[in-house]
């Protein structure tokens, strides 16, 4: 089996990645195009599709097993590209191996089961991250910052208008816009406020044209901590003058609005005499390449990202909350979907050590909805 080397301190940090679909050649390729990390492993079903993709982005030398207790390497971390349902299942096993671990989003199909892994985490004493790669976007991180300098906030918006033709598995799904896409806006709002949303009204809907056969479409309103409203308005069979895939956003704070398209440069207009300066592009490692640069530099020196297993958990609490708003046509509490996720996260048998850290947990607390 795959043993934990124990040190990241000098040298690249070697990583063996789990899953070798599309998803995970690019991460294969992302892997090879950063020189702090070295791919060692890769573990997939298929080993002839596993080989092919290593040597197609030029890991050659990487080790091929169909498991990770097939593979025969010294690594300092796993990267989780499986399908969603194995999320927690790999990421235990990587964890209780004593391996930190950098998952695809999302951290698992339900919150109860998100706070199982975020146990597994403390239990095994090791990192557990969530890729929520359009954190990561330059333009992004400028918005945020110009953002910042406006003053309260009192509302956030989001547009998000798409028409994919994806075929397969989406196209059946129940909740396709919400339960697939959704989180990606969810928890960029979250990253934006720097605070956490208590409550949602949500309406789900499938216009007459649409080729999916669950609800495409959704408008839902989040209330923060701090009474900042954020309105998502989202449509996956939008033909048309579509947004960015990264939404059309608007803040409107007490100094002015700012905007953002999603890809270019945002745009701020204040009410008083101060010249708006765009903050410089921070010309950073973008999307999945940098998901993994900061999971580099937290392995390096030893703390946790803002979108650690348990603080990831809201962002999915979200898109669960606002599921059940659209079918009980009222306003969900997230508190209400953490506690009811916790008791069933303990009921469930997870095994004695994860069991032990969920009993501890005050749980709202541990997910950062108390105080």
Known sequence: MATAQGSTGH???????????????GWLRTIADNPDVELVGLVDLDPDLARRAADEAGHQQAVIATSLDALDVSADAVIN????????????QALFAGLPVLCEKPIA?????????????????RLLMISQSRRYVNSFTQYRQLVGDLGRIGTVTCDFFKAPHFGGFRDAMEHPLLVDMAI???????ALLGNNPVSVYCEEYNPSWSWYDGDAAANAIFTFADGTRFGYHGSWCAPGQETSWNGNWRVSAEAGSAAWDGDHEPTAERIDDHEVKIPPSPQTPE????????????????????THAAANVLSLA?????????????????????????RQATADDHGPRIHAVLESWDVLE??????
């Open 11 to 25: 040298g690249p940090i070697k990583i063996i990645q789990i899953g070798a679909g599309s998803m995970g050649r």
């Open 184 to 190: 990606h806006t969810f928890d960029a709002s979250r």
């Open 287 to 306: 999307y999945i390449a940098g998901s993994l640069v900061e999971f580099v530099d937290h392995l390096r020196n030893g703390t946790r990202p803002d």
């Open 318 to 342: 979200m898109v669960e909350a606002a599921v059940r708003s659209a079918s009980v046509k009222q306003p969900v509490q997230i508190a209400d979907v953490i506690t009811a996720a916790h």
């Open 81 to 92: 590209v499986t399908i969603p349902e194995a999320h927690a299942s790999t990421s235990q």
């Open 366 to 371: 541990v997910v950062g909805l108390s105080g």
């Open 109 to 125: 199909p339900t919150v109860a089961g998100g706070l199982a892994m975020a146990a597994a985490a403390e239990a095994s004493g």
